[in-house]
């Protein structure tokens, strides 16, 4: 079982940057995917960004592509999430999730049913 645990979410003014950080704990050796989801009232959850646990390789959502970058630290078990150049849109509850099974799908980072464990989320709001 994984557990994880956002941090870093905010109030930032339009154009500015936030850093968010999932720790991640309990069975990290079982961890193919992680990824980052966010929602905003009313809508559906977004993929945001995804990386394989080992190889290191990166998935955007097209509307953050250019802005937000994802990254891993292994010795640590965070991934991050570096978001620049944030716009009113980018508003809503961030969410961490991993993936503990083998990835069977091509866009399976990209599919919130394909996550075994969630993190609470963390709240991030841009102003115009």
């Known amino acids: 079982q994984v557990q994880l645990v956002e941090s870093g979410g905010g109030l930032v003014q339009a154009g500015g940057s936030l850093r968010l950080s999932c720790a991640v704990s309990?069975?990290?050796?079982?961890?193919?995917?992680m990824g980052w989801f966010r929602q905003a009232p009313g809508k559906e959850r977004e993929f945001v960004a995804a990386?394989?646990?080992?190889?290191?390789?990166?998935y955007y959502g097209d509307s953050v592509k250019g802005r937000f970058t994802i990254s891993r630290d292994g010795a640590k078990n965070t991934v991050a999430l570096q978001m620049n150049s944030l716009k009113p849109e980018d508003t809503a509850v961030y969410y961490c999730?991993?993936?503990?099974?083998?990835?069977?799908?091509?866009?399976?980072?990209?599919?919130?049913?394909?996550?075994?464990?969630w993190g609470p989320g963390t709240q991030v709001t841009v102003s115009s």
């Open positions: 990386i394989t646990w080992f190889g290191g390789s990166t």
């Open positions: 999730a991993a993936r503990s099974r083998p990835v069977v799908y091509s866009d399976s980072y990209s599919r919130p049913s394909e996550y075994d464990s």
């Open positions: 309990g069975r990290t050796s079982s961890i193919y995917l």
